[in-house]
């Protein structure tokens, strides 16, 4: 393997390096919200910077962060038409 490289990893050790278990990762795969993956034949990998990369998307400053995000449309604006005060 080149140094340029990143190492990959199957869905149970990328489980493992996510703290999931390999069926929350296979069930995020199929319905989306998961990492990139790559398909390589029938085997599925992860590169482990795309995993790292998934796991700092997923940092909250609180409970209540979440909520808000999942409250904005896909331009940006909150369901009441009002425009979030953190950064997009």
């Known amino acids: 393997m080149h140094s340029s490289e990143s190492r990959k990893l199957?869905?149970?050790?990328?489980?493992?390096?996510c703290g999931l278990s390999a069926s929350t990762l296979n069930k995020l795969?199929?319905?989306?919200?998961g990492p990139t993956y790559l398909k390589l034949g029938r085997a599925v990998c992860y590169d482990v910077s795309?995993?790292?990369f998934w796991l700092a998307?997923?940092?909250?400053?609180?409970?209540?962060?979440?909520?808000k995000r999942a409250a904005l449309s896909a331009d940006g604006e909150a369901r009441d038409g009002s425009r979030p005060s953190w950064p997009s």
């Open 10 to 17: 199957r869905t149970a050790d990328a489980a493992t390096y």
């Open 29 to 33: 795969r199929v319905f989306g919200g």
């Open 50 to 52: 795309d995993l790292d």
């Open 57 to 67: 998307t997923k940092r909250r400053a609180s409970t209540s962060e979440g909520r």
